[in-house]
C-alpha cells in the first residue's frame, strides 16, 4: 500500500515561498497512470486542490494558484516537492499530498500545518 508523507517548515514568513515535499514509500511516483497531488484546506474552510504532477511529468496547476505555485519531483528519491511563491497569512492551513493510483484508489498524507505569520 502507497504511503506518503508530509514534510517542511509549519511557518513561513509573508513574501517568501513555502517548500514542502511529499515522501513515498509502498510505490513508485513514476507509476503509469498514477497522478501525485497537493491539496490544502485553510482553517474553517473546505479542501482546495491545487495542483498535480502526473507519472509522466507533467503538471497541471489550480487557475487561481498557478502563478505561484510549481510542482516537481525527484525520481532518484521517490519525493514530490511543492513551492508556494509570495505567501501571505491566506496560505496558512494543513497541506496534504495524495494520489490517485492506476486502479482509481486514491491515498492521503497526514497532512503539514502550515502558518504564514511573521
Known amino acids: 500500500q502507497v504511503q506518503l508523507q508530509e514534510s517542511g517548515p509549519g511557518l513561513v514568513k509573508p513574501s517568501q515561498t513555502l517548500s514542502l515535499t511529499c515522501t513515498v514509500s509502498g510505490g513508485s511516483i513514476t507509476s503509469v497512470y498514477t497522478a501525485w497531488n497537493w491539496i490544502r484546506q485553510p482553517p474553517g474552510k473546505g479542501l482546495e486542490w491545487m495542483g498535480v504532477?502526473?507519472?509522466?511529468?507533467?503538471?497541471y496547476y489550480s487557475p487561481s494558484l498557478e502563478s505561484r505555485t510549481s510542482i516537481s519531483r525527484d525520481s532518484s528519491k521517490n519525493q514530490i516537492s511543492l513551492q508556494l511563491m509570495s505567501v501571505t497569512p491566506e496560505d496558512t492551513g494543513v497541506y496534504y499530498c495524495?494520489?490517485?493510483?492506476?486502479?482509481?484508489?486514491?491515498?492521503w498524507g497526514q497532512g503539514t500545518q502550515v502558518t504564514v505569520s511573521s
Open positions: 504532477i502526473a507519472y509522466d511529468g507533467r503538471t
Open positions: 495524495y494520489v490517485d493510483d492506476a486502479l482509481g484508489f486514491g491515498y
